[in-house]
């Protein structure tokens, strides 16, 4: 994070002197803000299914391209479907920060889960659904030509699509609150 960034946060922490054991001054800093919770609460079991769907995002978008493809070559299908990681990786950092937090939490660590999830989870769930039509109207066109890798990467998109999708509508009303 930038400077800028962490300037927002600056006054939700005061500075505290401790003496060591050693005798030695050290300053710590304390938190002194309001806690966060987040609204729609959600239980252990959908913040857990929430990473579940975007590890198998993860596992869709990674297994076809260990294979070789013959439409690979095409931007239209390709430059989409790269570009997913980017958004997969603040929605699985996000789950994975939501399954750690507890019931309250910091302002910084509320704000960073609840704009992690909702937004690039529809993106997630929208750049494979683009290769995904890519790659059926090539395949509708040369059905012939088709390989190994092409055929797994038709049969897996969709379901990097739907697990995307169903993070966004678990998380699409995630918002914080003062408790």
């Keep these: 994070m930038s400077y800028r960034s962490y300037k927002k946060y600056l006054d939700d922490y005061s500075i505290e002197e401790h003496i060591d054991e050693n005798g030695r001054k050290k300053k710590v800093p304390v938190y002194i803000a309001s806690y966060y919770l987040l609204t729609p609460a959600l239980t252990k079991n959908e913040k857990r299914m929430i990473l579940a769907a975007s590890l198998l995002s993860w596992v869709s978008i990674i297994v076809p391209l260990c294979f070789k493809g013959s439409n690979y070559e095409m931007w239209y299908i390709l430059i989409p479907y790269m570009f997913t990681v980017f958004p997969l990786y603040?929605?699985?950092?996000?789950?994975?920060?939501?399954?750690?937090?507890?019931?309250?939490?910091?302002?910084?660590?509320?704000?960073?889960?609840?704009?992690?999830?909702?937004?690039?989870?529809?993106?997630?769930?929208?750049?494979?659904?683009?290769?995904?039509?890519?790659?059926?109207?090539?395949?509708?066109?040369?059905?012939?030509?088709?390989?190994?890798?092409?055929?797994?990467?038709?049969?897996?998109?969709?379901?990097?699509?739907?697990?995307?999708?169903?993070?966004?509508?678990?998380?699409?009303?995630?918002?914080?609150?003062?408790?």
């Excluded at 929605?91 to 609840?114: F, H, N, P, W, Y």
């Excluded at 993106?123 to 390989?147: D, K």
């Excluded at 797994?152 to 995307?164: D, H, V």
């Design 90 to 179: 603040n929605v699985t950092a996000g789950a994975i920060s939501l399954l750690v937090a507890g019931e309250k939490m910091e302002r910084q660590k509320a704000d960073k889960i609840a704009s992690r999830l909702p937004y690039p989870s529809l993106f997630s769930a929208l750049l494979p659904l683009a290769s995904f039509i890519g790659i059926t109207i090539s395949a509708a066109i040369n059905w012939g030509s088709m390989v190994e890798g092409d055929k797994l990467f038709l049969m897996l998109t969709p379901i990097a699509t739907i697990s995307a999708a169903f993070i966004f509508m678990k998380c699409r009303k995630l918002s914080t609150y003062i408790l």
